[in-house]
Nanobody, 128 residues
Framework: QVQLVESGGGLVQAGGSLRLSCAASGRTFGSYAMGWFRQAPGKEREFVAAVSWNGVSTYYADSVKGRFTISRDNAKNTVYLQTNSLKPEDTAVYYC?????????????????????WGRGTQVTVSS
């Protein structure tokens, strides 16, 4: 079992930044990959970013590449998502998720089925 708690969301103007955090407990944190997804009203949950168990491999959705950075601190059992140059279309509830494995093969990191535990989410609202 893994428990995930997100924090750091809020209201920000376009062009601003937020640092989202996800604290994990339960299974050994360094044994699994982590991901961030988001869901806007009326839309499906979509992949944002993922990181392998050791932080070496990172993956991003095209829509956030160059603006968002995912990282993890295994000593603190925490994964982060630094969001810069935010746009109104980034408005969504952001969820962190624990992967089924330590790393991803191919583009499996994009699939919700590759993650077996989810947090409750943190709201990010970007005003224009």
């Amino acid at each position: 079992q893994v428990q995930l708690v997100e924090s750091g969301g809020g209201l920000v103007q376009a062009g601003g930044s937020l640092r989202l955090s996800c604290a994990a407990s339960g299974r050994t944190f360094g044994s699994y990959a982590m991901g961030w997804f988001r869901q806007a009203p009326g839309k499906e949950r979509e992949f944002v970013a993922a990181v392998s168990w050791n932080g070496v491999s990172t993956y991003y959705a095209d829509s956030v590449k160059g603006r968002f950075t995912i990282s993890r601190d295994n000593a603190k059992n925490t994964v982060y998502l630094q969001t810069n140059s935010l746009k109104p279309e980034d408005t969504a509830v952001y969820y962190c998720a624990a992967g089924r494995r330590a790393y991803f093969s191919g583009s499996y990191y994009r699939l919700r089925e590759e993650y077996d535990y989810w947090g409750r989410g943190t709201q990010v609202t970007v005003s224009s």
